[in-house]
Every structure is written in structure tokens, then in C-alpha cells.
């Protein structure tokens, strides 16, 4: 009797009411029967469980990517006997798989599932950092970097696409963010294990210690990420079958025509025959420049100081929390005010201004090229956040999801092998001509942000004109709008 009970407070299913809808008359959002309280009641549950771990799991990421800065200020390059250049070699063809196995990896993870490929990718870069340790020559060290990037390449994307599957488009840019802050908290971090790790007496060089400990961490959290991850909210023991029938119901009002599809090769590859596609492909190359600058080569920046190594690296620490807290901010007010465009053009504005200055200043002014490195950092992480968060909301399908945040982080990774062949060591320590080319694609990257964010506004304005309506993305169900833009009632999340 109690479970007749339990089934009979389940409402009807949605979809069963809103799928194929195009006339503005059959939009019924009471069809999704439940309360405020009810959703917001599971997003807490599903913060407390999900949060904490993605946390952790993208600041062992972001603390791979950025140790080897730090590895270099400790004299890496010098202990393996790095050609000219080989600094930037190294970078370079960690990017190449990084790049380019990054679609392959989000498909890999649309086919099998997140559950599999997310510690998997973990334990593979932790293993490959570990190794790193004990590499004895340039050449070795090529290899692992290589392997390395094969093994991140598909993480953050599928991270992102993860959380599509759990929060709705007006939550999704504080859940991102707060995982995310990682890649520039993840600076700060690795600016402090350093300063302790190259002050210890060892045998070993102090970078061979950081790799150690840092691949050792990751290893471990890998296994438990596995363990505690919940992978659906259909098999979240945490939600009740009420609960469970909510959560779907939130994603199919504000989030996916569908939950838990197959894989679908044709739906997977059809976002490249959206014109709009290329222009975010273009905006993701732009920023993408901009967080390998302030990811790899803030510390080099800092470097044009002169002080020590220990101090170099202290320094780093400030403006990568400043850098955190602005993105926590700006994540917030973009999902408070359901607006992604001018938040994200404010973020490109910060590093503009941030290399503006660097290269008006002489090297012997400390004080204002140190600001300058703070709105750098800035601008330098928010992008990543609210970008993917910008064409997720855009796009109503999983697959199509998967494949834009995939093909977008390659060319965004793609940036980091722009910053890396331009920041050459004979460009320091003013770094003038590095500079210069980052706050040009950076200015072509602002006209592109305001140039869609204002075709997507007048578009939702003549949609609205043309029904006789004032309606916004949220006004909509995403349930009825498989076909994407073509119908008509769907509106663009700008």
C-alpha cells in the first residue's frame, strides 16, 4: 500500500505533455509539478555531494598543468640540460594531444559514461606526473608530457558536460565556477607547495618532489572520486523517488530535451552546421591565450622583478586569489542575472588593460606591472567559465553539448600553444611582443563576445515581435525544443 502511495505522488511525466511543442498557446510550464522548495532542496543535496569532490578533482588538474612552471623556476630545465627553447618545445607537445584528443575524450565519455572516463583520465596523469620525476633527460621528459596531455585532454570537457546532466541553465555558472576557481586558486597552491618543497633538504631536486606528491595526491583522490561520485540522478542513493522524478523534471524544463540518451553520432557532430559554432570557436581560440597566460606564464612575468625563486613564486600567490575571488563573483552575478555576454566582455577588458600596461611600463616599475598582473589574473580565468557556460545554455541536446564543450576546449587549449610559442625566453623579461599579440586576440575576442551577444538579442526581439510576446530563455521549456533554434519558440540564453 505504501508503495502505491509513493507512485501515485509522482506526477505525470513532463515530456509526455510538452515534447514537439511550437505554438506559443501550448506552452504549459505547469506541467512541470513542482515547488521552489522542492528544487531547491535537491540542489543543495546535489552540491554537498557533487561539489566538494569535482572541487578537488579540478584543482589536482589545474596543479598538473601549472607545476611545471614552478618546476622551471627550480631549475628543471637546467638539471635536464633543456636546449634553447626546449622549455617551449615541451609545452608545445604537451598541447598537441591535449588539443587534439580532447572531442575524442568528451565522445568517450558520452559512450561509456562519465563514471568510467573521469577518475580514469585522473589516474592516468597522476601516474604520468609521477613519472615525470624520474625523468633523467630532456628527451624522456618529452615523452611523459606527451602522454600526459593524452591522459588530461578529456577532462574538464567531460566535467563540464557532467554537470549539464545534474543543474539547470540558470545554476549551471556557479557550479562550473566553483570547480573551476580551481585553475586559478590551483596557482596560488602551487606557488605555496612549492616554496615549501624547493626550501627541503633531499637528495632529489626539489621539482622531482613536487611532481611526487602531487601525482601521489591525485592518484589517491582518483579512487575515491569513483567510489563517492554520483553518476545519475536516477541512481543518486541520496534523493528519494520524488526527489529523482524532480530533478528530471528541472532538466527537461531548463536544461535538455531529453535525460540519460543514448549516444548519437549524427545528433553528436550536428552543431557544426550552426553558423554560430564558428563564432565561438573563434572566441574560445581568443581566451584560450589568455588562460595559458595567466596559467603558465604569470610566473615568468613576475620573474622580470629579479628576485629570487623562493620570492617569485610567493608572489604568484596574491594575484591568483584575487583572480579566484573575481570569478566566483562574476560566475554569480552572470547566473543572478541569467546574462553570460557582458560578463564574459568584462573579463577580456580586465586582460587587455592588465598587458596595456605591462608593456607601456619600463621593467624597474615593480609596483604597476604587479597590478597589472592582478588584472590579469582577472580576466585570465573567468572566461572559461562563463564561456562554457554561455554555449551549453544554447544548445538543449546532450550530444550536441558534448561535442561543443569538447571541439571548444580544444581550441581553447589551442591558445595555450599560441602563448607557449610566443612567450620565448628571448622575449624576456619584458616580454613586449608576447604581450602585444595576446591583447590583439584578446580585443578580437571582445568584438566577437558583443557582436553575438547583441545578434542573439535582437533575434530573441523580432521572436518575440512576430508572437506577440516578452519571453526570455526561461520561459520556455527546453523539453520542447529538440529542433534548437528552428522552432520558434525557442529563445537565446545571451
Not at 531547491?40 to 612552471?69: A, G, T
Amino acid at each position: 500500500m505504501a508503495d502505491l502511495e509513493k507512485t501515485a505522488s509522482v506526477p505525470p511525466k513532463a515530456h509526455d505533455t510538452q515534447q514537439h511543442v511550437q505554438e506559443v498557446g501550448d506552452v504549459d510550464l505547469s506541467a512541470y509539478d513542482y515547488t521552489e522548495e522542492e528544487s531547491r532542496r535537491i540542489v543543495r543535496k546535489l552540491d554537498w555531494h557533487i561539489l566538494p569532490f569535482i572541487w578537488w578533482c579540478y584543482l589536482f588538474n589545474s596543479l598538473d598543468r601549472s607545476n611545471v612552471s614552478n618546476a622551471k623556476s627550480d631549475g628543471m630545465t637546467t638539471d635536464l640540460h633543456f636546449p634553447t627553447n626546449g622549455y617551449a618545445l615541451m609545452l608545445t607537445l604537451f598541447y598537441i594531444p591535449f588539443c587534439t584528443l580532447v572531442v575524442p575524450g568528451v565522445m568517450l565519455t558520452r559512450k561509456v559514461g562519465p563514471r568510467w572516463t573521469i577518475p580514469g583520465y585522473m589516474v592516468g596523469w597522476a601516474t604520468m606526473c609521477m613519472i615525470n620525476a624520474g625523468s633523467s633527460n630532456f628527451a624522456g621528459t618529452l615523452v611523459v608530457r606527451l602522454l600526459l596531455g593524452a591522459f588530461e585532454a578529456g577532462f574538464a570537457a567531460s566535467l563540464i558536460f557532467y554537470l549539464t546532466t545534474f543543474y539547470t541553465r540558470g545554476e549551471l555558472g556557479k557550479r562550473i565556477a566553483a570547480f573551476y576557481s580551481c585553475n586559478a586558486l590551483s596557482g596560488a597552491f602551487s606557488g605555496l607547495i612549492a616554496y615549501g618543497v624547493f626550501q627541503m633538504e633531499s637528495k632529489l631536486w626539489g621539482w622531482q618532489i613536487l611532481f611526487l606528491i602531487e601525482g601521489a595526491f591525485t592518484f589517491a583522490f582518483a579512487i575515491l572520486t569513483g567510489i563517492m561520485l554520483p553518476w545519475s540522478t536516477e541512481k543518486a542513493s541520496f534523493l528519494t523517488d520524488r526527489e529523482k522524478e524532480v530533478a528530471r523534471m528541472r532538466i527537461l524544463k531548463d536544461g535538455s530535451t531529453a535525460v540519460n540518451t543514448e549516444f548519437d553520432m549524427h545528433k553528436f557532430f550536428s552543431p557544426l552546421r550552426d553558423w554560430k559554432f564558428y563564432v565561438f570557436a573563434g572566441i574560445a581560440l581568443c581566451y584560450g591565450v589568455a588562460a595559458s597566460v595567466g596559467g603558465n606564464f604569470l610566473t615568468q612575468i613576475i620573474g622580470r622583478f629579479g628576485y629570487s625563486t623562493v620570492k617569485t613564486n610567493l608572489f604568484t600567490v596574491a594575484p591568483y586569489v584575487c583572480g579566484t575571488i573575481v570569478l566566483l563573483v562574476t560566475s554569480y552575478s552572470s547566473d543572478r542575472f541569467r546574462e553570460r555576454g557582458l560578463h564574459l566582455a568584462s573579463a577580456l577588458v580586465f586582460v587587455i588593460i592588465g598587458c596595456i600596461i605591462l608593456i607601456a611600463l619600463p621593467v624597474s616599475n615593480k609596483s604597476a606591472a604587479y597590478f597589472a598582473t592582478f588584472l590579469i589574473t582577472f580576466g585570465a580565468f573567468t572566461p572559461s567559465v562563463l564561456f562554457h557556460t554561455w554555449h551549453q545554455c544554447n544548445d538543449p541536446t546532450e550530444d550536441g553539448r558534448a561535442f561543443r564543450v569538447g571541439a571548444f576546449t580544444f581550441l581553447a587549449n589551442m591558445g595555450g600553444i599560441v602563448s607557449a610559442n610566443v612567450f620565448l625566453d628571448k622575449w624576456s623579461p619584458h616580454y613586449v611582443i608576447p604581450l602585444s599579440i595576446t591583447c590583439a586576440l584578446e580585443a578580437v575576442g571582445l568584438v566577437l563576445i558583443l557582436g553575438l551577444r547583441t545578434w542573439m538579442w535582437a533575434d530573441n526581439k523580432r521572436r518575440n515581435k512576430a508572437q506577440g510576446v516578452n519571453w526570455q530563455s526561461k520561459d520556455v521549456p527546453t523539453e520542447a525544443l529538440a529542433d534548437g533554434p528552428k522552432n520558434p519558440l525557442f529563445r537565446h540564453f545571451y
